[in-house]
């Protein structure tokens, strides 16, 4: 039976264990990576693999299709309960120490005394 990974970060093969988990399966193991960058990591990190049992995974989201149903800007204020006329910095993304948004506060917090004033940080 096929084994297929998929992975999101950078470093997942340089852990010993995962080394090992790939060496395990490795006659029914194929990796994936969610960007180019992810897929050269885990290619740099696993040498002596075929290049083409590790390959990109693209995003799958038809981009135009959805922009045609988007809200507007002032549509999407309103539903996230938003003021119109706020600053507003964003975040949207899983919350894992991957996604790192603990910078993201702290680093909002830090300027915030230098934005515009009704800055407000949101997080999706």
Known sequence: MPVIGVHHAFGD???RTRK???TLFRKR????GVSDAVRDDMRSSLREWPA???Q???NRIDVEQLQGSQFSAEDART???LSPSAWIVGN???LHPDKDQATLLRGFAEALPNLPENSQLVIL
């Not at 193991?29 to 994936?32: K, N």
């Open 79 to 81: 539903e996230l309960g």
């Open 13 to 15: 093969y340089k852990r």
């Open 56 to 58: 990109t995974l693209y």
């Open 29 to 32: 193991l194929s990796l994936l």
């Open 92 to 94: 949207v993304g899983r």
């Open 52 to 54: 083409e049992r590790i």
């Open 20 to 22: 090992l988990f790939a």
